[in-house]
């Protein structure tokens, strides 16, 4: 038996009282991955990005282990959620104009404490500062420094379009602003290189552009260790206090914490290890994060049909959004249908060894994602569930 069929034969035994669909997360897997990162960190305290979580049980867990400190959120109403829930560290890495939120950070002692807000643009301080009302209590800030790759004269761009500021003078000058406003705080700096942390480096079946990636990486790593020391200096020539310069991603976790101006990393895929992070070379995680739909129809030889399954994750479309069909090996989509709302074909061999109620095993292409179509994470441990958790969506969060 192979080691992915011996999964599948331990998650069919957990969840053979349940009913599909569900999703499940093994948390054999889970904390392995959680070693692995912290392996990879060498020492630097990894903040979890509660993005690609989104299961406050699953926050805990990890954040109670060694090597771990701080949360990175995804809106301001998740962080205040979060910091009246108990968690005392939390980085909110997007810009908002939650006015109603900030009014609320405002007026409070403790959540003023346990939450930073991102900043890229002296606007976003005005924004700040009309919605604060009569709230007195410091806002802590925290600035992002643009992160991607330049070529050609900067006619070529490559990394995501976020932060507007990139050189050591624009960062320097937006710290001055902080620091000349009464209410505010400038307590950290971002630069989230997703462009390594995030695409992945050795695409099976694509050699050329495998190495095309790796040597842009290369590149951009250098370039970016370079800026980014020149960035922090120079900021801390205005906020000598500052307390934490974050960066990089699953992806690039050993390679940023190489960085004597970095003191913390980010990372929060490599828990749940979705698909996009099988095509990296600088590490390998298990699948822990999955989800199954039962096997609903037999249109003929070689195919099945699944009820549901069409989850595409976010970013530009493609077939590497689609999840995966992964336990049991061997089936693919329908090259006509794909995954569908409502149905999923699935073709291959093992079709005709599927019977009416049996569950297919999926893995999404990204990670907190799963978590938007289900409203329940079933632990398992062996092959046992040993928990029932709520997702964000069970709790009735929906941030986004």
């Known amino acids: 038996m192979t080691p992915r069929a011996a999964d599948r034969a331990r998650y069919d035994r957990a969840t053979a009282h349940l009913d599909a669909p569900l999703a499940v997360v093994d948390l054999d897997a889970f904390d392995a991955n959680a070693d692995g990162l912290v392996a990879r960190a060498a020492g630097k305290p990894v ?9 406050r049980a699953l926050l805990e867990r990890v954040l109670a282990r060694p090597g771990f400190a701080g949360v990175m959120a995804f809106t301001l109403e998740e962080s205040l959620w979060l910091a009246r829930s108990g968690f005392r560290d939390v980085l909110l890495a997007y810009p908002s104009v939650d006015r109603a939120g900030f009014a609320e ?13 991102m900043v890229d643009d002296p606007a ?76 992945g480096d050795a695409v099976a079946g694509r050699p050329l552009r495998s190495r095309a990636v790796r040597l842009m990486q290369s590149v951009a790593r250098r370039e970016l260790a370079t800026r980014r020391a020149a960035v922090v200096a120079a900021v801390r020539g205005v906020a000598p206090e500052l307390e934490f310069v ?41 699948p822990a994060a999955l989800f199954a739909q039962p096997v609903v129809r037999r249109p003929g030889v070689g195919v099945v049909t699944v009820l549901g399954g069409g989850y595409p994750a976010s970013g530009a479309p493609g077939r590497d959004r ?3 069909p992964y336990l049991p090996e061997g089936l693919r989509y329908d090259a006509r249908e794909g995954p569908g709302e409502v149905q999923t074909p699935l073709v291959g061999p093992p079709a ?23 409203d329940r994470l079933h632990l398992v441990e062996g092959d046992r569930v040993t928990a029932v958790v709520p997702t964000y969506r069970g709790e009735g969060r929906t941030f986004l």
Not at 47 to 55: E, G, M
Not at 168 to 185: I, K
Not at 190 to 195: D, I, P, R, V
Not at 352 to 374: M, P, S, T, Y
Request: glycine content about 10%; charged content about 25%.
């Open 47 to 55: 903040r979890v990005a509660s993005k690609s979580l989104r299961c």
């Open 246 to 286: 974050n960066g990089g991603g699953t992806g690039s976790v050993q390679y940023t914490v190489a960085e004597d101006a970095v003191t913390e990393v980010a990372a929060g895929s490599g828990l749940y290890v979705p698909r996009l992070f099988d095509d990296f070379s600088s590490f390998a995680g298990r």
């Open 105 to 117: 950070l405002a007026r409070d002692a403790e959540l003023a404490a346990a939450v930073t807000v």
């Open 352 to 374: 005709d060894d599927l019977l009416i109620g049996d569950k297919v095993w999926f893995r999404h292409a990204k990670a907190g994602e799963l978590c938007e179509r289900f």
């Open 124 to 199: 976003q301080l005005d924004l700040v500062d009309a919605a604060r009302g009569d709230g007195r209590e410091e806002v802590r800030v925290c600035l992002e420094l643009d992160t991607s790759l330049r070529l050609l004269g900067g006619r070529v761009r490559i990394g995501a379009l976020r932060s507007p500021l990139r050189e050591p003078a624009q960062l320097a000058e937006l710290a001055r602003s902080v620091a000349r406003r009464p209410g505010f705080r400038l307590v950290g700096l971002m630069a989230y290189e997703g462009h390594v942390a995030g695409v």
């Open 322 to 324: 689609l999840p995966v």
